[in-house]
């Protein structure tokens, strides 16, 4: 048994000041009112000052500190070891529009990441930002890769065929696919997606309300990056971002460092959706964690890190954020309280993607934890009840 104590822990509900946590194997098993003191031979953490909360899980990470999860080779079990420095738990190691070959790669090293568990952060299946999105709201993706679903044959060097035979061959490491409900053949391919038990997001689209709502009623359930990568929300014209915002059942992604969407347009999309709708992400890439200046790839393109990180033409290209700075901001410039930053940081993705026992401190719950200094700085994680990472003492 390890006993965490006199920290202040996060509970779905309400902060327990002072409380002790028992973590027996990979689960917490008991939740103490109480600060215990050390004694026996069990493990001890001195946690007073300091908070404890379900580890974050980041459903839209592309990289960190140099690593992108297309370079290929160990890239997906490296990102696993770097990524609880940054107090994530879990996460879906994601892609960007690329050429068979290079999914197939980074979906075999998704396996075998997912297979043999390495130290670190659980890989959970990856999310595709797929070839399958909008040209004029591609971003950062190559637009040599974006095709349209189920043309007929091959489009350039590929066909959109070929994405979906790599998907098919590798479904359970496919957990969320990214695309434009807008596209011809876009709602079929919802619903075969949804079918084979993906999910579906919509993002990187062009997409009318009404074209939206159509792929929510396909069965996509989730928006990608709310706001970035969409038409404005416009009172005559809500687009993607308004559908979302509107449907119960749609769960936002947003990008909390503040640069993204603007801390007024966070609050506006908490409001309408509430923290169990809405989901941080980073969409990190090799970028983050490193100094500003620094060059790195977004699969395979050029990026530099700047005030986020961009192409060389000034596009924005992903981001630099990590969870634990999310978090930190949901609650210094956000101004929300630790229950709801917790709830946008870990319970929501975990419901999302129907981690049952996940994202949330309970008696039963897996032993997935991170620990914060007052300044919300990462100073333990705890991976199914194993220290993954602890801060050096200084
Ligand atoms: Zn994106």
């Known amino acids: 048994m390890i006993l965490l104590s006199g920290g202040d822990i996060v509970l779905p509900d309400r902060v327990l000041g002072g409380g002790t946590l028992v973590l027996d194997?990979?689960?917490?098993?008991?939740?103490?009112?109480?600060?215990?003191?050390?004694?026996?031979t069990d493990p001890h953490f001195d946690l007073r000052r300091h908070y404890i909360l379900p580890g974050f899980i980041d459903v839209h990470v592309h990289g960190v500190e140099g690593i992108d999860a297309l370079d290929g080779g160990d890239a997906i079990g490296r990102l696993a070891e770097r990524l609880p420095r940054f107090g994530v738990t879990a996460f879906c190691p994601t892609s960007i529009a690329c050429a068979p070959p290079a999914l197939r790669v980074m979906l075999s090293a998704v396996?075998?990441?997912r297979t043999s568990a390495p130290a670190g952060a659980r890989v959970l299946p990856a999310h595709l930002e797929s070839n399958f999105i909008s040209a004029e709201y591609r971003g950062a993706q190559p637009l040599e890769c974006i095709r349209t679903p189920r043309a007929a044959g091959r489009q350039g060097d590929f066909s959109g065929d070929q994405i979906l035979a790599e998907i098919a061959a590798a479904r359970p490491d496919v957990g969320i696919v990214t695309l434009a409900s807008e596209l011809e053949g876009a709602l079929d391919l919802i619903r075969d997606l949804t079918a084979q038990g993906h999910h579906v997001s919509l993002g990187h689209s062009a997409a009318t309300y009404e074209q939206a709502m159509a792929g929510f009623d396909a069965g996509a359930r989730q928006a990608t990056h709310l706001f970035n990568r969409m038409p404005p929300l416009g009172h005559?014209?809500?687009?993607?971002?308004?559908?979302?915002?509107?449907?119960?059942?749609?769960?936002?992604?947003?990008?909390?460092?503040?640069?993204?969407?603007?801390?007024?347009?966070?609050?506006?999309?908490?409001?309408?959706k509430q923290p169990s709708g809405v989901m941080a992400i980073t969409d990190g890439t090799a970028g983050s964690g490193l100094p500003p200046g620094t060059r790195t790839l977004l699969g395979g393109r050029p990026i530099?890190?700047?005030?986020?990180?961009?192409?060389?033409d000034g596009t924005i290209a992903g981001s630099v954020l990590t969870m634990d700075r999310a978090f930190?901001?949901?609650?210094?410039?956000?101004?929300?309280?630790l229950v709801d930053a917790a709830t946008i940081c870990a319970t929501t993705a975990a419901r999302?993607?129907?981690?049952?026992?996940?994202?949330?401190?309970?008696?039963?719950?897996?032993?997935?934890?991170?620990?914060l200094d007052a300044d919300f700085g990462v100073v333990h994680t705890f991976v199914a009840g194993s220290p993954v990472w602890s801060r050096p003492r200084r």
């Open 304 to 312: 530099t890190v700047r005030d986020t990180a961009r192409l060389d």
């Open 25 to 40: 194997g990979d689960r917490i098993v008991e939740v103490d009112r109480a600060t215990r003191s050390p004694g026996g």
């Open 328 to 337: 930190a901001k949901l609650v210094t410039v956000m101004g929300l309280g």
């Open 236 to 272: 005559r014209a809500p687009g993607l971002a308004g559908a979302a915002l509107e449907h119960d059942d749609v769960i936002a992604e947003l990008i909390c460092d503040g640069v993204h969407v603007h801390p007024a347009m966070v609050r506006v999309a908490l409001s309408a």
């Open 111 to 113: 396996r075998a990441a």
């Open 352 to 371: 999302a993607l129907r981690l049952q026992g996940f994202g949330a401190i309970a008696p039963g719950a897996a032993a997935d934890l991170v620990v």
